[in-house]
């Protein structure tokens, strides 16, 4: 059972903006420090699209954001598109673990 | 071009052994940490193990730790997991991945990943 908590599924237009929320993110001392966001198409390797909360790498779309308050940590995908469709996944670590969200699954409809 | 290679799955009965390897390319391969993360068929994705660049920093998630066993050969460029009294439970896709920036461990920053390889635990 995951420690981070998302969203089974959400789902969005093309064009709109969707927000996929990651719960049990702390700001307390030996609790989670960080917050990443990782993109999984089927039968693919996760791609990480941002890290330290907010940043994205290089080539990462900047349609992309994301966000942390208190024990959350959100991404948002504006303007969505088709290619957008995949499973996302939050992490975050404390100073022994690294955690994985339960993944959120995109559906654009 | 940075390209991770893991190879090393296949199919074993439970209780027994196997040794993933990952073959790293394109990058400083030493002054990087790196890490094992495994997915089963349909699930989402766990994190297993982390080893710093100099291999004096490694963790392991609490459902691996006592049977697996990180390590690494920085003059060969290659990581390992080795995996010993495997269950039905470890059946996965195991990659291996890069932290970012040369971080050391835990991290939660994987930019680089493999393309996995397939561990099947069945009798």
């Known amino acids: 059972q995951s420690a981070l908590t998302q969203p089974a599924s959400v789902s969005g237009s093309p064009g709109q903006s969707i927000t996929i929320s990651c719960t049990g993110i702390?700001?307390?001392?030996?609790?989670?420090?960080?917050v990443s966001w990782y993109q999984q198409h089927p039968g693919k390797a996760p791609k990480l699209i941002i890290y330290a909360v907010t940043n994205r790498p290089s080539g990462v779309s900047d349609r992309f954001s994301g966000s942390k308050s208190g024990n959350s940590a959100s991404l948002t995908i504006s303007g969505l598109q088709a290619e957008d469709e995949a499973d996302y996944y939050c992490s975050s670590y404390t100073t022994t673990t690294t955690g994985f969200g339960g993944g959120t699954r995109l559906t654009v409809l | 071009e940075v390209r991770l290679v893991e190879s090393g799955g296949g199919l074993v009965k439970p209780g027994g052994s196997l040794r993933l390897s990952c073959a790293a390319s394109g990058f400083t391969f030493s002054s990087y940490s790196m890490n094992w993360v495994r997915q089963a068929p349909g699930k989402g994705l766990e994190w297993v193990s982390s080893i710093s660049s100099s291999r004096g920093s490694i963790y392991y998630g609490d459902s691996v730790k006592g049977r697996f066993t990180i390590s690494r050969d920085n003059g060969k460029k290659s990581l390992y997991l080795q995996m010993n009294s495997l269950r039905a439970e470890d059946t996965a896709v195991y990659y291996c991945?890069?932290?970012?920036?040369?971080?050391?461990?835990?991290?939660?920053?994987?930019?680089?990943w493999g393309q996995g390889t397939l561990v099947t635990v069945s009798s």
């Open positions: 991945a890069i932290t970012i920036f040369g971080l050391p461990p835990p991290s939660d920053a994987f930019d680089i």
């Open positions: 702390s700001s307390d001392v030996g609790d989670y420090k960080s």
